[in-house]
C-alpha cells in the first residue's frame, strides 16, 4: 500500500500543509489507491479502464518489445471505471471541478451519458464522482441525478445540490477516498 | 447492425464456404459484434478493455490531433471483457486454440486467474470463451472448472471435458456468437 499525505489527527497547520500535497495529488491516483485499498481486502474489484488508443505502426526491434512509433488517442465509447461492489455492477466517472459554484456538464460526453443510461436500465450502479477542488471536497452523486437535469436541457448542477443530492467521500490516511462508503447510501 | 456471413439454413456445400469465411473472422470480431447485438437490443452491456499501452513521447502538431511517437504494449492485469447482465457483473477471457484435443493452460497469464478468482469471491460471474478453430466450436465454461485444474498442477483441460462441463455457444446470421444464451445455464 502506498502511503497517501492526508492523515485526520492532526494540527490544524499541519492540516494545511497535508491539503497542499493533496491538492498536488490528482483525482486519479487517490480513485486508483482507493480500488487497490478496496481489493487489497477483497471489499471490491474495480479498475480504471486503459485509454483507448489507436495504433498505426509498430516497429519490431530484435531482441526488444514491440515499439509502437505511430498511434492516436481514440474517445471512449464508455466510462472510465467499472467494476463489482457487493454483488453489484457499478459504472462511475470521475471529474474535477475548479468552479466554487457550480459542475459544468460540458465536461461530460453525450456517449458517457448514454452508456451510464444503459447501466441504470439494466440494474448497474450508476454515478459520478466529482471533485471540487476548491474545497477540497469530493463528493459521490448518482447518474440519474444528473442525466434527469440534462434531459431538462440544464447546462450544470450546482454545487449546492451537489451537497444536497450527493455524498460527501471521506479521505483518510490508508484510503484516500472512500467512494464506496458514500456508495452504500444508495445500494439497495 | 453489421452482417455476418453465417446462416443456418444453407446447403452444405454453402455451409463449407461460410464455414471458411468464420475461420476468417476472428473470435474477437466475433465477441464484438455480439455485444453490440445485446446493447442495441437493451439485453447487456459488456465491452472489451482497451489494451493498455505505456505512452512514452507524444507530438503535438498545430491544428492536428495529438501524436503518439513511442509507447510500449502493457501486460494486462484484468481480463479483456466485462460487463453487466441481467443485474449481475460478468468478467471473463476469450482464447482460441487450434489443437484438436485439449486448452493449454499456458495460454492465460496467472494475473488473469487471480483476477477471475477475485471476481468469484465477490459474487460475480466469471468464465472462459473457448474456441477450438478445428472443429469450429466455441465454448462457455465456468472459470472455477479451470481454475481448479490449475491449483492441481494441471497443465491443460481436454477438449472432452470442455464438451461435458462447458457449454457449447449457438452461433447465427444475426448473433454471431451468443455466449449470454449459454452463460443462462450457470446464472443462478
Chains 1, 2 share one sequence.
Not at 30 to 54: D, F, M, R, V
Not at 66 to 74: D, L, P, S, V, W
Not at 117 to 135: Q, T, V, W
Not at 138 to 144: L, P
Amino acid at each position: 500500500m502506498i502511503k497517501y499525505p492526508i492523515n485526520k489527527n492532526t494540527s490544524n497547520k499541519q492540516n494545511n500543509a497535508l491539503s497542499a500535497s493533496n491538492r498536488g495529488m490528482k483525482l486519479e491516483k487517490a480513485i486508483n489507491l482507493s480500488n487497490t485499498y478496496y481489493l487489497n481486502k477483497e471489499i471490491a474489484n474495480i479498475h480504471k479502464k486503459p485509454t483507448p488508443i489507436q495504433v498505426v505502426s509498430v516497429d519490431y526491434p530484435k531482441r526488444q518489445a514491440a515499439k509502437i512509433t505511430e498511434a492516436y488517442y481514440k474517445i471512449p465509447s464508455t466510462t472510465d471505471y467499472n467494476g463489482i461492489y457487493r454483488g453489484k455492477y457499478l459504472d462511475f466517472e470521475a471529474k474535477e471541478t475548479k468552479s466554487k459554484t457550480s459542475f459544468a456538464f460540458k465536461n461530460i460526453h453525450s456517449h458517457q451519458i448514454n452508456h451510464l443510461k444503459s447501466i441504470i436500465n439494466l440494474k448497474g450502479i450508476a454515478f459520478f464522482i466529482i471533485c471540487f477542488s476548491h474545497y477540497h471536497e469530493t463528493y459521490v452523486i448518482e447518474a440519474i441525478n444528473l442525466i434527469n437535469r440534462i434531459n431538462e436541457n440544464k447546462k450544470s448542477i450546482s454545487y449546492q445540490e451537489i451537497k444536497e443530492e450527493g455524498y460527501l467521500i471521506k479521505e483518510s490516511y490508508q484510503l484516500p477516498l472512500d467512494y464506496l462508503s458514500a456508495v452504500d447510501n444508495f445500494i439497495k
